[in-house]
């Protein structure tokens, strides 16, 4: 099972502490643009600038459908590690050992990027989903260790909210 995460922001919000960059090629003194605009978060998150998909465009809830959206995927092997942290049934609060990482677990990225703002995560596990107009991070954090542990295998979830709680 691939696992997506997607978080899609208000268009025109800036999240304090992730600054998006368009990667460049440099090649005989010139510089070119490599793709859209990505960030990092610690070592282990990657944030890249994608296109809303038609399936979550059509699904999101009328309260939020006038809103233009900036969609960010998650990608890098944090996702990955967040998932055998899972599987293996360690406590939620030891992820990961690293310190370098310390201040940037998946909870924290989602408390970053949500925080003081509409929002809405996708969790698409190549599967039809749910959709939950007015949840929480603590139902996005809910859902995904769901999908994950094999609790819920036959839906992702697109999840509106507000704020970071």
């Not at 699904?59 to 996702?79: D, E, F, M, R």
Request: glycine share 8%.
């Amino acid at each position: 099972m691939e696992l997506l995460l997607d978080i899609l922001i208000p268009s025109g919000v800036n999240i304090p502490g992730i600054l998006f960059k368009v990667p460049l090629y440099e090649w005989q003194g010139e510089s070119y643009a490599q793709g859209p605009p990505e960030a990092s978060f610690g070592t282990n998150y990657k944030l890249v600038y994608t296109q809303v998909h038609s399936f979550v465009q059509q699904n999101i809830p009328a309260t939020y459908a006038a809103i233009q959206w900036q969609h960010v995927s998650v990608k890098g092997p944090g996702l990955d590690l967040y998932t055998t942290k899972l599987r293996m049934d360690f406590p939620d609060d030891e992820e990961p050992e690293d310190p370098e990482e310390q201040n940037y677990k998946l909870t924290d990225l989602l408390h970053a990027m949500c925080a003081g703002n509409k929002w809405i995560v996708v969790i698409d596990n190549d599967e039809p989903f749910e959709v939950m107009p007015a949840g929480s991070l603590s139902h996005v954090i809910s859902a995904l260790n769901d999908v994950i542990k094999g609790n819920i295998s036959e839906n992702g979830f697109l999840i509106c909210g507000e704020g970071s709680e």
